[in-house]
């Protein structure tokens, strides 16, 4: 059974900070990210990293804050989220892609479950 379990998700402060983790099992993955999807809007690419030389991708609204990051030895994918705003707030899904990093849910392979993360004082 190929899974993407994920945890650190809850409720922060504005300006906080929160690191999130992305366990697969089952296989290994050579491109896994980061997408997220607030109350009423549509799911987005939050970041991105290869396997290799872990070339890292972060969509604009988020670059400077977050930072991604993987172990692989254990096939674990991180998202560290630094100086959090309320407009953060929503469900972080873990996402391992078929080929390539990218900005496109259609290309996701396999879905972690969802953590939600609550950013509000």
């Known amino acids: 059974q190929v899974q993407l379990v994920e945890s650190g998700g809850g409720l922060v402060q504005p300006g906080g900070s929160l690191r999130l983790s992305c366990a697969a099992s089952g296989r290994t993955f050579n491109t896994m990210g980061w997408f997220r999807q607030a109350p009423g809007k549509d799911r987005e690419f939050v970041s991105g990293?290869?396997?290799?030389?872990?070339?890292?991708l972060y969509a604009d609204s988020v670059k400077g804050r977050f930072t991604i990051s993987r172990d692989n030895a254990k096939n674990t994918v991180y998202l560290q989220m630094n100086r959090l705003k309320p407009e953060d707030t929503a469900v972080y899904y873990c996402a391992a892609f078929r080929l390539a990093v990218s900005r496109r849910g259609e290309d996701v392979e396999v879905w972690g479950q969802g953590t939600l993360i609550t950013v509000s004082s």
């Open positions: 990293i290869t396997w290799s030389f872990g070339v890292t």
